[in-house]
Nanobody, 126 residues
Framework: QVQLVESGGGLVQPGGSLRLSCAASGFASDNVAIGWFRQAPGKEREGVSCISSGDATTNYADSVKGRFTISRDNAKKTVYLQMNSLKPEDTAVYYC???????????????????WGQGTQVTVSS
């Protein structure tokens, strides 16, 4: 059974940093693409970043480029989202999502991912 568990959310001041983790289990291999999404109150869910299987091609939303970094540790079956220079508009519930695929890219479209975690709250406020 596939399971995704996010952790690392919390309250941080503007300009601060957080690192989110997404621990994946239940997949038959490491050929899994992972995406990070977020949803703020009253807004649609948006893609933040994703990382492919294999050579770990990455993709970022324009709003987070240069501030967020996605990485993966296949030995730990965990994907990380390092978030720096956080802004109040980054406040949202952050979700990780997964798709088993050997395709060397990933997508920032929520409909591409069949498996989802429960989310972790990130609040950026002074």
């Amino acid at each position: 059974q596939v399971q995704l568990v996010e952790s690392g959310g919390g309250l941080v001041q503007p300009g601060g940093s957080l690192r989110l983790s997404c621990a994946a289990s239940g997949f038959a291999s490491d050929n899994v693409a992972i995406g990070w999404f977020r949803q703020a109150p009253g807004k649609e869910r948006e893609g933040v970043s994703c990382i492919s299987s294999g050579d770990a091609t990455t993709n970022y939303a324009d709003s987070v480029k240069g501030r967020f970094t996605i990485s993966r540790d296949n030995a730990k079956k965990t994907v990380y989202l390092q978030m720096n220079s956080l802004k109040p508009e980054d406040t949202a519930v952050y979700y990780c999502a997964a798709r088993a695929t050997s395709w060397g890219r990933c997508a920032l479209s929520s409909t591409w991912y069949p498996d989802w975690g429960q989310g972790t709250q990130v609040t950026v406020s002074s």
